[in-house]
């Protein structure tokens, strides 16, 4: 709060958060990678080793919520070069509501998950919370990443080209069909909310193929995984985090069908719905094509949505040839449905 004004839900402003950790945050030589606007993950040296750490809350919705808060935590590890390995949960529930066999669903979402991604859950917290109306998942996770590989979210150079994977509002597609299913049935079909609803699974809100596959294929200079308010925070934070500006083309965001419509019949701005599933990267120009062509080879659409033009940390954005700021989202789109 400052100057009396209380926020509502969503994003610290930048400026304000960047204030904070500016003034209070306590480093040492061993911080490699400390907090800033853009550094979703931590990054400290043990000896000769790189650990990469990780904390995010599941706090959009209560379904499925281990396997987003895996997907989610995870994601971040991959944007800086690392392979997530350990993982602790911090689990609220709510009382009067919580059930043995609520408890152990989550149990074993977290379980099932974690063994497919070869993670161990090596601790954590539960408990019957006040004041909460659904489960929040807090996951703590841990992975490693050697000096070579680990990719700095303040690398963007001048020149880079900025690409994106999959598509925008992926996880915010299927939070609403989730959120809304008989509605969207009714609006459309069955088949189709079922389909939106999937899409956590298909096309999937992990990048952790696609990070891992990019490193081997070109020189990364930067990778970051938009979630809250959406492609256009993700793109102001992936700005600030190297003090660039961004030209980016509308035309050239890779939207999907289902996303499109979805936002359509509930009036929301698909730039500023929760985005996990796409990974931004920024590579050097002259790798662009060869980084697209083995996306392609393994079945991950991708685009070059625009290039890093100047110093100054700002977005600009092309639309119907006019450039203009990109918007800011605080406050994600979906809040207006959940």
């Known amino acids: 709060m400052r100057n009396g004004k209380i926020f509502e839900p969503g994003k610290l402003p930048m400026d304000l958060l960047n204030e904070l950790l500016t003034k209070y945050a306590v480093q040492d030589e061993s911080v490699i990678v400390g907090p ?14 790189y650990l990469v750490l990780k904390t995010d809350p599941i706090t959009f919705t209560a379904k499925d919520i281990g396997y987003y808060a895996i997907q989610i935590n995870a994601n971040d590890i991959a944007c800086l070069g690392g392979i997530p390995k350990w993982l602790l949960v911090t689990l609220l529930l709510p009382e009067k509501r919580t059930t043995a066999e609520k408890v152990e669903n989550i149990f074993k979402q977290l379980s099932q998950v974690c063994h497919e991604m070869k993670i161990s859950i090596c601790g954590g917290h539960t ?13 703590q996770m841990v992975g490693t990443v050697t000096r070579e590989k680990l990719v700095r979210p303040s690398g963007i150079q001048i020149g880079d080209d900025i690409i994106l ?63 809250e308010g959406g492609i256009a925070m993700g793109l102001h934070e992936f700005a600030r985090a190297s003090n660039v500006t961004l030209h980016i083309d509308m035309n050239k965001i890779p939207i999907l069908p289902e996303s499109k419509l979805l936002c359509d019949e509930y009036g929301l701005d698909i730039l500023g719905v929760i985005a996990s599933g796409a990974l931004l990267l920024a590579v ?55």
Do not use: W
């Open 165 to 227: 994977t999959k598509g925008i509002a992926i996880e915010g597609s299927s939070i609403i069909a989730r959120e809304k299913y008989k509605e969207i049935s009714n609006f459309f079909s069955k088949d189709f909310a079922q389909r939106c609803a999937d899409f956590i699974y298909q096309p999937g809100i992990s990048i952790l193929r696609e990070a891992q596959l990019a490193q081997n294929v070109a020189p990364i200079h930067a990778m970051h995984d938009p979630t």
């Open 36 to 49: 800033g606007i853009g550094n979703d993950a931590a990054v400290i040296q043990i000896g000769e080793n």
């Open 127 to 139: 408990e019957i919370t006040r004041g909460i109306e659904r489960p929040i998942l807090v996951g």
């Open 284 to 338: 050097p120009a002259r790798y662009s094509q060869q980084l697209i062509e083995r996306f392609d080879e393994t079945g991950i659409p991708t685009a070059i949505i625009g290039k890093a033009i100047s110093k100054g940390a700002d977005v600009r954005l092309v639309l119907n040839d006019e450039v203009i700021e990109m918007p800011v989202f605080y406050k994600d789109e979906i809040l207006k449905l959940v």
